[in-house]
C-alpha cells in the first residue's frame, strides 16, 4: 500500500490535536471540579442534574415559604396566647361584677378596668405580623380587621402558603373565626332577657345540649299574667328549631307557673334545657334561650365586652330592676366570653397543629436536601484521582504523539537516501 506524504503529516496533525484536545478537556474538569465540562459528554447525566436542580431549587423555595408561615403562626399564636390570658382576667371581673354587694362607684371602678381589657383586646385583634400584614385581617393584609365599632372589616379568606408541592397552609386565622365565632360544635345555650323588662327576675346560664333530640335551638318564655287564685307567675314558652323528626314535636305554647315563695327555680323546658331564675319576673317580660350553633357568627367578643361597660356604668343602688338588668348583662356576658374563650383555645390548637406540621415538613425538607445534593454530587462532582491519573496519561500519549510525528516527519526521501 502506497502513503503519500501529506497522509503522514495529516495523520500526525490529527493525533496531535485529539491528545491536546483531551489534554485540554482534563484540565477544564479539574480547573472546574464538574465531571461534565458539556452536556455532550454524558447526556443522560446532564438531563438527570437539570431535573435535580429544578427539585432541589423548589425545594429550597418551599423551604422559604414554610419559614414565613411558621413566623406568621408563630406571632399569631404569641398574641393567641396573651388573648386568652386576658380572656381570663376579664371572666374573672365578670364574676366579681356580678357580685350584688358592689356599690355604683365600685362597679364604675370595674367598667374602666374593663374597658381597658376591651382596648386591649382590640388591640391584639389588629395586631401586626413583622413585614406589616394584619394578623387576622383573613387575605386582606393591609386592611384593619375591626374598626372603632368593632365591626370586622377583613374577609374569611384563608392566606395560603404553599408549604410543599401538594400542600398549602393558612397562615393566619381571620377576625371573625377568632373573636366573633362561637367554639365549632358548641352545644350549649345562652339567655338574653328582653330589652323591655321591668321585673326582678335574673336568669342564670342555661343547661342542657342543643343536638338532643326533642330540644329546640332557640326558645322564648313570655312571663304573665299572675294567677289570683294561687298569686303563681304563668309563663308560656315557645320553641323554633326542632331537633329530631318535626311529627314528634310537641304542641306550642307549653305553659307553667312559678311558685311565689320561691326564689330560686328552674324552669324546665322541652328537650330537656332549663334555665335558674332567681327574683320575680313582671307580666310581659321575656327571655330567649338560644343554642349558640344556631348564629354562630353571633358571639362578637367586643360588643359583649362594650355591653358591660355600659352597664356597669348605669347607675343601680337604689333600682332593683335595674340591679336586676346589671345581673342579667354579666350572667348573659359570662356565657358569652366563656364561648369566645373555648373558641380562641380552639383556635390556637389549630395554629399548634398547623407548626408541628411545618416542623414535619422541615424536617423531611432537609432530608431531601441532601438527598439532592448527593446525587448532583454524584452526577457532576470529579473524581481528582482519576482525573489526576487521566492527566499523565494524556501528557504521556501527547508526548508519545508528538515524538511519532517528529520521527515521521524526518523521514523523507533525501534523509533515506543520506543512509
Known sequence: MRISSSLF???GLNSINKQQSDLVRIFQQIGSGQRMVNPSDDPLAAAQTINLAQ????????????????RSLGESENILNSVTQQLVDVKTRLVEASN????DADRNTLATVMESALDTLLGFANAKDGSGQYLFSGSKGTTQPFD????YQGDSHPRNIQVEQTRQINSSDSGLDVFVR???GSTSYTTHVGANNTGTAIISG?????TVDGAFTSYTITFGPVDPATSQVTYSIQGVGYVGDPANAPAMPVTGSLAPSDKTQRISLPGGVSVQIEGTPADGDTVDVNAVSDNPNDMNLFTTLASVVTALRSPSDQNPVE???LRNVMNTAIQRVSENYDNVLTVRSSVGTRLNEIDALSANGALRTI?????LSRLEDLDYYQASTQLELRKSALEAAALAFQKIQSTNLFSLNSK
Open 9 to 11: 503529516f495529516q495523520t
Open 55 to 70: 427539585a432541589q431549587a423548589m425545594n429550597a423555595r418551599y423551604g422559604e415559604n414554610r419559614e414565613v408561615a411558621k
Open 371 to 375: 438527598n439532592y445534593k448527593q446525587e
Open 206 to 210: 342555661p343547661d342542657g345540649s342543643s
Open 148 to 151: 372603632a365599632s368593632y365591626n
Open 182 to 184: 362561637a367554639n365549632p
Open 323 to 325: 340591679k336586676a338588668a
Open 100 to 103: 350584688g354587694t358592689l356599690s
